[in-house]
């Protein structure tokens, strides 16, 4: 909590001036501190003879972490639609909640939510905190951080999972901050110890080259980020119930400092290789940029889209949207056909969770059949046209 010294406090109104979040106001010279404080510890820095202080659990000698109890997951709302990242965090939300023993909620903030809290009672949460206001219609990083921190500090949840994606990214390291929190970016598996709660979070490191499991044991809440089509979401049960909980938030958390004047969706963002059900992957075996036309026609012949290794977006033959891989998207399609990639880890990592993976490569060594359950060795030159041929004749008989 933040503490005033009143002995040392000159009543400048400096720390007035200086809170982001309007939540000090100078009451007989004396700053009070309102409802809206998230503890950033913006007054702290700005006030020059140190009447400010943040008190925490650790700095107060009692990090009574057992105060922490339940499992938050942030459910990512914006233009009328649920980001399908927030059901999948669900399903691994549900598994290690049921192995705590605690309650899931999912946190909805932003306008004209309609039925989506049902959504979420549906796939897997026990209660869902509904902040619905016309304020929070366009998601702001300022707004949407200050909400969501109150929200954890009045219920100090254990455990914070958010998907990783532009929006999560965007904010969620600065919740994390305002908690001084850890968060771990990324995750590609989450267990939980059941005696004492400590969500082992793992996620590629060095490059990827090794898995690191990240414990944060003395601090709560623990924070992580998943990106997209990791987990699996569970069926929608329509029997299921839970509660969901209208949250009422002063005026000031709501106001944000960004001024959005337009919008304009790029055309490179339509493309959403996630959604995909059947992918046709182009590597550096396709010599160059022409190459994508025959990975084209072979996509159009079983209505797929087409996506890429990250040596091919770097040589600009693809747009960065189609990169599969550790700093591209993570895919899970029902088929992912890989031509010409030599299937290097950072690759892997995107797109091992395929229901089925067909290679194609001339080099019979090559790592991507280690993954594949279909390999096929040879020229890409000569095995696509004759692929794209048998699939005309099989749709036209
Ligand atoms: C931090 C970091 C992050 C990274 N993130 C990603 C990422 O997100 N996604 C990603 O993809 N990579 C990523 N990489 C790069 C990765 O390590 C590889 O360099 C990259 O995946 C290689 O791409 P490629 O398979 O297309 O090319 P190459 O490794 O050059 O492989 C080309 C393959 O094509 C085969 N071939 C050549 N000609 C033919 C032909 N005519 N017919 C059939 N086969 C042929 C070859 O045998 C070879 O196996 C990352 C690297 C680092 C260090």
């Known amino acids: 909590m933040l ?32 409802d809206s404080c998230t503890l950033c510890g913006a007054c702290v820095d700005s006030c020059d003879v140190e009447a400010l202080s943040i008190e925490t659990a650790e700095s107060s000698g009692v990090a009574d972490i057992s105060e922490w109890k339940d499992i938050f997951v942030y459910c990512e709302f914006r233009g009328g639609v649920l980001a399908t990242v927030s059901l999948e965090l669900l399903g691994i939300g549900r598994t290690l909640a049921d192995i705590r023993g ?12 309609g039925d989506v809290a049902d959504t979420l009672i549906g796939h897997g949460a026990d209660v869902v905190y509904r902040v619905d206001t016309p304020e929070l219609a366009g998601f702001s990083e300022d707004s949407y951080t200050k909400v969501l921190t109150r929200l954890i500090l009045d219920n100090k949840p254990e455990i914070v999972l958010a998907g990783a994606t532009a929006i999560g990214r965007s904010f969620i390291p600065a919740v994390a901050t305002t908690l001084n929190a850890g968060l771990t970016a990324d995750c590609t598996k989450l267990e939980i ?7 082992l979070q793992t996620r590629p490191a060095f490059g990827g080259n090794i898995m690191a499991t990240i414990v944060c044991p ?75 036309a025959l ?49 290097a880890v950072q690759h892997v990592a995107g797109m091992q969770s395929s229901e089925t993976i067909v290679a194609i490569n001339r080099d019979e060594n090559a790592p991507i059949f280690d993954v594949a359950d279909f390999g096929l060795v040879g020229d890409i030159q000569e095995i696509i046209p004759k692929l794209i041929r048998k699939i005309e004749e099989k749709r036209g008989a």
């Open 295 to 343: 990975l084209k026609t072979l996509a159009d012949s079983m209505d797929a889209n087409v996506s890429a290794s990250r040596a091919v977006v770097d040589a600009g033959w693809i747009p960065y949207p189609h990169q599969v891989g550790q700093t591209g998207k993570t895919v899970a399609p029902k088929l992912y056909i890989a031509c010409g990639i030599s299937g």
């Open 3 to 34: 503490k005033l010294n009143e002995e040392v406090c000159i009543g400048c109104g400096i720390c007035e001036s200086s809170c982001p979040f309007a939540a000090i106001e100078m009451v007989a010279d004396l700053p009070v501190i309102g």
């Open 218 to 292: 003395a601090h709560r809440p623990q924070m992580s980020t998943v990106r997209p089509k990791v987990m699996k979401a569970l069926e929608f049960d329509s029997a299921r119930t839970g509660e969901i909980i209208d949250v009422e938030i002063p005026a000031a958390l709501g106001e944000s400092r960004i001024k959005v004047l337009e919008s304009v969706v790029s055309e490179e963002s339509n493309v959403n290789i996630q959604e995909a059900e059947i992918l046709v992957s182009g590597g550096r075996g396709l010599e160059s940029e022409k190459g994508f």
């Open 102 to 113: 605690v309650k899931l909620s999912a946190v909805l903030i932003g306008s004209e939510t």
């Open 193 to 199: 110890r059941k005696e004492d709660g400590a969500l």
